[in-house]
């Protein structure tokens, strides 16, 4: 199992990011996915997670109306658009797979979360 997380980058104060989480050895499908960043010499934090068929989104209050959440089951792949960033989003931002069995099932818990990648740095500059 693998997941990849990619498209992190060096951008201004007021720009955008669109971060991609590709997944390969698992039944992609049949789990929830997160997003999760951490800063330097502070804890990993919640941002968002998706149900397996998209139809719940659950988003952290720092990043809600600024991050959107989405995935395409048919292609393995998840993605996070961040918008209007902000200098205190620089971070290595993380994504990560929950097995699920329920549209219900969702966690902003890490502890939840089986599978992670290996990380893909976000820099705002201000």
């Known amino acids: 199992v693998q997941l990849q997380a990619s498209g992190g980058g060096l951008v201004q104060d007021g720009g955008s990011l669109r971060l991609s989480c590709t997944a390969s050895?698992?039944?992609?499908?049949?789990?929830?996915m997160g997003w999760f960043r951490q800063a330097p010499g502070k804890e990993r934090d919640f941002l968002a997670a998706?149900?397996?068929?998209?139809?719940?989104?659950v988003y952290a209050d720092s990043v809600q109306g600024r991050f959107t959440i989405s995935r395409d089951n048919a292609k393995n792949m998840g993605y996070l658009q961040m918008n209007n960033l902000k200098p205190e989003d620089t971070a290595v931002y993380y994504c990560?797979?929950?097995?699920?069995?329920?549209?219900?099932?969702?966690?902003?818990?890490?502890?939840?979360?089986?599978?992670w990648g290996q990380g893909t740095l976000v820099t705002v500059s201000s």
């Open positions: 990560a797979a929950q097995k699920t069995y329920s549209s219900l099932q969702y966690s902003r818990s890490d502890q939840e979360y089986t599978y």
């Open positions: 050895g698992l039944a992609f499908g049949e789990y929830a």
């Open positions: 998706i149900s397996w068929n998209s139809g719940n989104k």
